[in-house]
């Protein structure tokens, strides 16, 4: 296999597939996407609620639907081919990428672009330390959604979920439905993450109790999860003595966070961002390595799949462009900084050709608030700004800056709230 | 309760020094057969220690433990080309903070010499930050011991009892001794939840329950209780801010401390704690212990990185009531007993394989080597290791090599299957792991643990609701309700 | 006369203004706290007549996979779920499944179809 391609795609979830088709809208004509699991669509395909699509789709879809939605744009065109059950091992500088698969071996392809998106994996109980013994049982939330809806198992009966975040509440409604029961949701922060709609629809409509500022001090059972010790915490999140009560269970799920997967990308020793977890990328989501692009949940965790695929089109269209060597311009690199209320902030960087380039930023505010402004400043230049009714950190805001704004950036960007709105 | 076998030596206990000795009884023509209670070799202490190889210089001058420590670590540069063990000899260092640390180490340096431990040495503070850089900067000297050493335990354990079973020994897990007969003061038979077997002699390497198993046969002359240790494990890529080889505080009069080591593998770990116990059942990791070994992990490595801990786990020692090893004929013949292995166990254990079958001797019993005895076993594939041409090979030979299963260590299908048909193979997910890795890194089997089920359930031909994590009762996922209903 | 009052956290958008809604003789007479006339819409149901989309799988015979994802055409009542999700662990369908194919009409006779939220193909020799 010796055949350099345009773009080469690694994962074939929605933002692989979203920036395959984008790279073919734009042009290219030699693109991959390599994807270890055993059909593309990536996690969508376990996540069998709806809710996805309406802003990309217009309409409301289950994962799978999505995902399906995302196949058939790529499905029959010649310029896009797929690797499946094949895995990425290496990828080297000069964007050789290095994959087995049990059908073709050892396989080495070169792109003249690399679109990296892996997405990204639970954190688990090792990670947040949770005493006791280490019985079968306990699945990160993920996990055990994957047995239930795709291989047909149940990871047990009578439940506990540690986190509130949408995967520990779809899992509550989901483990419901099939007959367990779920006998509680423990949440360590005094709000939830989760969407309201997620609270009344897969909490209250079963009703399950929620446990706010709560946590698991201690996990029992010798060979099979017995119980649970919950405490409630404090403000420093610290579990306060005599608080604890014990919940009978069998299995406790974990919905503890995402990691963005990024492997490949320390192997490339790619600038990474020490609060998304992911690489530092610009607005083509282009990474400190030129032709190497990023999008998706191994950027940043998204929550909306919609902004995922909008990411994604975006590294999947400059990909195209630097593959057919269409991009040759000039380019002034301006930090993007993350100020006041602001905990991240995607891109990190503007890479900016001298009539200035639309931008997409993402950002996530580090607390929950009401009725704020958000603003973007060169300098003393205020060159955007927009109200925000609600901000909560669970839900990533959009903003897009024009071209015409961009000309006005003059050295670093700070991406704030003003309160005082 | 039925007959299940007659033989000549029965080996009670599968970890390292139940296999050391199945092992080293397999080098002649005697039968023997080892007996696990759990559903795998290496479940109990075996698999959750220190996994150090030491020097010898701790051990109490003249002691069973001293004399095996050393006799023990230098076996292990013997086997392991033959058994192609898994061992660093990173050497260690004992550090010293202060100037009454520092005294201590000369103690430490003659009770070695007197021990017979080689290449001692008192390291300046510049010799040593040389060789372990993130070390304490208030480090004032170390004893440096370059025999010593980090091993693979339950790599160890499987490969001695494979070499085991490839010279005719038997191993029979899920197998638990539920009693001993004795007859005119002889041993005769082990009674055991399959059956009984009909044996002259049983060697009690039953670890934390060698007193009850003691018990059985009337011997009350020891006891044992069990004594906790907790580990917190970190990713590999903190390896950089970490320390190369293995690293203990200066120890105090309880305790050699808690520890700072480096796996063969390039996971760094902190721990053991020492809490006595009575519950033998005890393996809970707690928020007290955690924490205690973080504040002292840091006094030795200031900018320990606890964010990239991925795993902890606790391991119980077994304690004699006297301190030491318990090795010795029982009063009941043809009963011996391994007993008491807590550190330098590990390193002991084919040491005290060699002294149980003088102790055979000793009681008469006439010993004659085997001819063809195979030492050697057969090279095992793992896959990240070989360099990219040999992996295309591989996959040609074999499809499966080219499906990776266990993403974060880069394990194969194809190596998980070997691990499954292999003698004394894997049955359960958590012997998966132990033998290849799978689940041993950052995600710490989320994404791989639901594939090795299944595949287990595939070459086992048992359904996957009867996959076991690792003990008996550890069953992880179960059938839907599904009821009986018309097709759509 | 039976008065009641009831809160509720409108989910249309994510403002989720708390709202307060009176119901007389099992009637919504009033709504307070609403934003938007899709708020007063959505309590007036969610407290009348709730309703809920149900997403569930169903086993597959020879299938590439053993399960296929189904979705419910239009929202049920919120108190008929459960019992649709029980009926439809009851449920084979034989593969080759096409997205939108319809895998239990009518259930439970609530004038509401099932469908497959996407395409499976059937096994092939290397499943």
Same mark, same amino acid.
């Given at each position: ?6 773009v080469i ?26 994807e270890r699991d055993?059909e593309?669509?990536?996690?969508l395909?376990?996540c ?20 399906y %939605? ?7 065109k010649?310029?896009?081919e797929?690797?499946?059950?094949t895995?990425?091992l290496e990828i ?6 290095i ?19 892996m ?7 090792g ?28 990871p047990?009966k009578?439940?506990?979920i540690?986190?509130?975040g949408?995967i520990g ?13 779920v006998?509680?949701?423990l949440?360590?922060?005094p709000?939830s993450?989760?969407?309201?709609r ?10 399950i109790?929620?446990y ?5 001090v201690?996990?029992?059972?010798n ?35 995402l ?18 977890s ?6 083509r %989501? ?17 929550d ?20 057919l ?22 891109p ?14 993402f950002m996530?505010v ?9 603003e ?15 901000a909560?950190p669970?839900e990533?805001?959009?903003l897009?800056?024009?071209?015409e ?5 003059k050295?670093?960007?700070i ?7 | 309760m039925s007959?299940?076998k ?23 023509d005697?039968?023997?057969?080892l ?10 202490t075996?698999?959750?220690?220190s ?9 109490p ?20 080309d ?11 260092l004992?550090v ?8 201590t +180490?000369?103690e ?9 431990v080689k ?20 480090v004032?000297?170390? +004893?440096?011991?370059?025999? $010593?050493?980090v091993?693979w ?13 490839q010279?005719? $020994? ?6 638990r ?5 004795v007859?005119n ?7 055991t ?15 934390l329950?060698?007193?009850a ?15 906790k ?6 990713d ?8 190369n080889?293995v690293?203990f505080p ?5 305790s ?20 006595d116990?009575?519950?033998k059942?005890?393996r809970a990791?707690?928020?007290g ?14 900018? +320990? ?13 077994a ?6 090893f ?5 009063e009941?013949?043809g ?30 019993q ?9 030492g050697v076993l057969?090279?095992?594939v793992?896959?990240?290791? +070989? ?10 030979e ?7 299963i266990?993403?974060?260590?880069t ?11 292999a003698?004394?193979g $894997? ?10 890795r ?5 995600c ?7 594939r090795?089920?299944q595949i ?7 359904p ?18 599904q009821?009986?209903?018309e097709?759509a | 006369?039976?008065?009641?009052k ?16 009176t ?12 934003t938007?006339p ?10 009348l007549a709730?309703?809920r989309?149900?997403t ?20 049920l009542?919120k108190?008929?779920?459960l ?18 194919q319809v895998?239990?009409?009518n ?8 469908v ?10 290397k499943?």
């Amino acid at each position: 296999m010796n055949q350099i391609y345009d773009v080469i795609i690694i994962g074939g979830g929605p933002a692989g597939l979203s920036a395959a088709y984008s790279a073919w809208e734009n042009g290219a004509k030699k693109i991959l996407i390599i994807e270890r699991d055993r059909e593309l669509g990536g996690i969508l395909q376990q996540c069998i609620h709806n809710g996805f699509g309406l802003h990309h789709f217009k309409e409301e879809l289950t994962g799978p639907g999505y995902a399906y %939605r995302c196949i058939e744009l790529i499905k029959d065109k010649p310029e896009i081919e797929a690797l499946i059950d094949t895995m990425v091992l290496e990828i080297l500088e000069d964007k050789t990428v290095i994959a087995v698969s049990p059908e073709k071996g050892l396989l080495q392809v070169q792109g003249k672009t690399i679109i990296l998106t892996m997405g990204c994996r639970e954190r688990t109980r090792g990670a947040i330390r949770i005493p006791g013994e280490r019985p079968a049982g306990v699945f990160t939330a993920g996990a055990a959604q994957r047995m239930v809806n795709m291989e047909g198992f149940l990871p047990g009966k009578k439940i506990v979920i540690l986190g509130s975040g949408d995967i520990g509440l779809i899992m509550a409604r989901r483990m419901s439905l099939e007959g367990c029961k779920v006998e509680a949701v423990l949440e360590i922060c005094p709000f939830s993450n989760g969407l309201t709609r997620n609270i009344v629809q897969c909490l209250e409509d079963y009703n399950i109790p929620l446990y706010l500022s709560h946590t698991i001090v201690k996990i029992h059972g010798n060979e099979r999860v017995t119980g649970v010790t919950i405490a409630k915490v404090d403000e420093k999140m610290q579990p306060i003595a005599g608080t604890e009560f014990d919940i009978d269970c069998d299995t406790l799920l974990l919905s503890v966070g995402l990691i963005p997967e990024n492997e490949l990308s320390r192997g490339l020793n790619l600038e990474m961002h020490p609060l998304t977890s992911g690489p530092i990328v610009d607005q083509r %989501r282009q990474t400190s390595m030129p032709g190497i692009f990023a999008a998706g949940n191994v950027v940043h965790v998204h929550d909306l799949v919609d902004f995922v695929s909008e990411e994604a089109e975006i590294a999947g269209k400059f990909a195209a462009l630097t593959a057919l060597g269409k991009l040759d311009e000039e380019l002034t690199v301006v930090n993007v900084e993350a100020g006041n209320g602001i905990r991240t902030c995607v891109p990190q960087k503007l890479s900016l050709p001298q009539e200035g380039e639309a931008a997409r930023l993402f950002m996530r505010v580090a607390n929950p608030e009401r009725k704020v402004k958000l603003e973007v400043k060169s300098g003393d230049t205020l060159i955007m700004s927009k109200i925000l009714p609600v901000a909560k950190p669970s839900e990533m805001i959009a903003l897009d800056l024009s071209a015409e704004k961009t000309k006005l950036i003059k050295g670093s960007l700070i991406v704030a709230l003003n309160r005082e709105a | 309760m039925s007959c299940l076998k007659e033989t000549d030596v029965v080996v009670i206990g599968g970890g390292i020094v139940g296999t050391a000795i199945l092992r080293e009884l397999s080098k002649y023509d005697i039968r023997s057969v080892l007996v696990e209670k759990e559903p795998d070799l290496a479940a109990g202490t075996t698999k959750a220690n220190s996994a150090i190889l030491h020097a010898g210089f701790d051990a109490p001058i003249g002691s069973v433990k001293a004399f095996m420590n050393v006799r023990g670590n230098h076996l292990y540069h013997e086997l392991e080309d033959q058994l192609d063990l898994d061992i660093k000899w990173t050497g260690s260092l004992v550090v010293a903070t202060n100037e009454e640390e520092l005294a201590t +180490l000369s103690e430490l340096l003659e009770r070695g010499i007197q021990n017979g431990v080689k290449g001692l040495e008192i390291l300046s503070p510049e010799q040593v930050l040389a060789k372990e850089p993130n070390l304490t900067k208030t480090v004032t000297g170390a +004893l440096w011991a370059p025999s $010593a050493g980090v091993c693979w335990p339950f790599a160890m354990a499987l490969a001695f009892a494979e070499c085991a079973v490839q010279n005719g $020994a038997e191993v029979i897990t899920d197998c638990r001794v539920e009693g001993i007969d004795v007859e005119n003061g002889k041993v005769a038979a082990v009674r055991t939840n399959k059956g009984v077997i009909k044996t002259s002699y049983v060697i009690n390497a039953a670890g934390l329950y060698a007193d009850a198993i003691a018990k059985m046969a009337g011997d009350n002359s020891f006891t044992i209780h069990p004594r906790k240790g907790e580990y917190i494990l970190f990713d590999k890529t903190a390896g950089a801010s970490m320390v190369n080889g293995v690293v203990f505080p200066t120890p105090t009069k309880t305790s050699k401390g808690i520890l700072v080591c480096t796996t063969t593998h390039g996971n760094t770990f902190i721990g053991p704690n020492a809490e006595d116990l009575e519950d033998k059942d005890d393996r809970a990791v707690t928020l007290g212990g955690m924490d205690r070994i973080m504040t002292s992990a840091r006094k030795l490595l200031p900018n +320990l990185p606890m964010g990239t801990a991925i795993t902890e786990f606790c391991g119980l020692r077994a304690v004699s009531d006297n301190g030491d090893f318990i090795i010795r004929n029982s009063e009941v013949k043809g009963l011996i007993h391994a007993a008491g292995m807590q550190s330098p166990g590990l390193t002991a254990a084919p040491a005290v394989a060699e002294e149980v079958l003088d102790l055979m001797r000793e009681g008469n019993q006439n010993l004659v080597l085997k001819a063809g005895f195979k030492g050697v076993l057969p090279e095992k594939v793992i896959f990240h290791r +070989l360099p990219r041409e040999k992996q295309a090979e591989v996959i040609k030979e074999n499809k499966l090599f080219g499906r990776v299963i266990c993403r974060c260590e880069t394990i194969t299908e194809a190596e998980i299957v070997a691990a499954i048909h292999a003698p004394c193979g $894997a049955r359960t997910v958590d012997g998966v792991k132990r033998r290849t890795r799978a689940g041993m890194g950052r995600c710490q089997g989320g994404f791989c643990g639901p594939r090795v089920t299944q595949i287990l359930a595939r070459e086992l031909g048992i359904p996957v609701t009867e996959v076991l994590k690792e003990h008996a009762d550890s069953h992880m996922f179960y059938e839907k309700d599904q009821v009986k209903g018309e097709e759509a | 006369m039976s008065v009641d009052k009831r809160v509720l956290t409108c989910i249309v958008c994510p403002r989720g203004c708390e709202m307060t809604a009176t119901i007389t003789d099992g009637v919504v007479t009033e709504v307070v706290g609403n934003t938007c006339p899709r708020g007063k819409k959505y309590a007036e149901e969610e407290i009348l007549a709730p309703k809920r989309m149900l997403t569930s799988t169903v086993r597959v015979k020879n299938g590439a996979l053993a399960l296929v994802p189904v979705v419910s055409k239009i929202s049920l009542p919120k108190e008929k779920v459960l019992a649709c999700a029980e009926e439809l662990r009851k449920v084979t369908v034989e593969a080759p499944i096409a997205e939108g194919q319809v895998i239990c009409p009518n259930i439970l006779g609530l004038g509401v179809d099932i469908v497959a939220s996407r395409s499976l193909a059937a096994a092939t020799d290397k499943d």
